[in-house]
T-cell receptor, first 110, second 118 residues
Framework: DTAVSQTPKYLVTQMGNDKSIKCEQN?????MYWYKQDSKKFLKIMFS???????INETVPNRFSPKSPDKAHLNLHINSLELGDSAVYFC?????????FGPGTRLTVT | AQTVTQSQPEMSVQEAETVTLSCTYD???????LFWYKQPPSRQMILVIR??????QNATENRFSVNFQKAAKSFSLKISDSQLGDAAMYFC???????????????FGKGTKLTVNP
């Protein structure tokens, strides 16, 4: 039974389109995150949510809008996709000690 | 703000040998957590080992162990008896203490690509 799941795993789309990535965790954690891994493999926090409330927003463009309908779900919607948005996006869920990562979504913008 | 530095972009090791990956960090906090994550080509982020800053004893998980030097802000990972399956990107990460508030983000180093030669 997957702890943190993301859909889709791969996403190929054209510039200017709008797309969403969904994330679900079954660990009962209150806190969830979105991280971005760029082409050089560098991982950086984008957002965190605690019990549906936005806690961290790391100067991410307004085109990125996270939404948490409940504490088990954290979705990421991206408007007007740009070439520079191509990356791997990881969802994570946090317990007291560790963060558990989803499998990642590879987004390719053409 | 906390920073994490991995000074070795790439490392290689012979199968069955030992390799050490370096990590240094900068923080003004006295209590925190440090982690090593492994990312194989499948891109899944896998936790290798965790160290709490308040613990003097170095963490160990089977063939993986750390050398935690709090004063020097150093946190290296030693892999003993290297196996082909150890080949991956390894990321060092820092996390502030748990507050239940959702602010405990992970700050990552840039990673070290480990190659294991047969």
């Amino acid at each position: 039974d997957t702890a943190v799941s993301q859909t889709p795993k791969y996403l190929v789309t054209q510039m200017g389109n709008d797309k969403s990535i969904k994330c679900e965790q079954n660990l009962g954690h209150d806190t969830m995150y979105w991280y971005k891994q760029d082409s050089k493999k560098f991982l950086k926090i984008m957002f965190s949510y605690n019990n549906k409330e936005l806690i961290i927003n790391e100067t991410v463009p307004n085109r990125f809008s996270p939404k948490s309908p409940d504490k088990a779900h954290l979705n990421l919607h991206i408007n007007s996709l740009e070439l520079g948005d191509s990356a791997v996006y990881f969802c994570a869920s946090s317990g007291r000690y560790e963060q558990y990562f989803g499998p990642g979504t590879r987004l390719t913008v053409t | 703000a906390q920073t994490v530095t991995q000074s070795q972009p790439e490392m290689s090791v012979q199968e069955a040998e030992t390799v050490t990956l370096s990590c240094t960090y900068d923080t003004s906090e006295s209590d925190y957590y440090l982690f090593w994550y492994k990312q194989p080509p499948s891109r899944q982020m896998i936790l290798v080992i965790r160290q709490e800053a308040y613990k003097q004893q170095n963490a160990t998980e089977n063939r993986f162990s750390v050398n935690f030097q709090k004063a020097a802000k150093s946190f290296s990972l030693k892999i003993s008896d290297s196996q082909l399956g150890d080949a991956a990107m390894y990321f060092c990460a820092y996390r502030s203490p748990y507050t239940q508030g959702g602010s405990e983000k992970l700050v990552f180093g840039k990673g070290t690509k480990l190659t294991v030669n047969p």
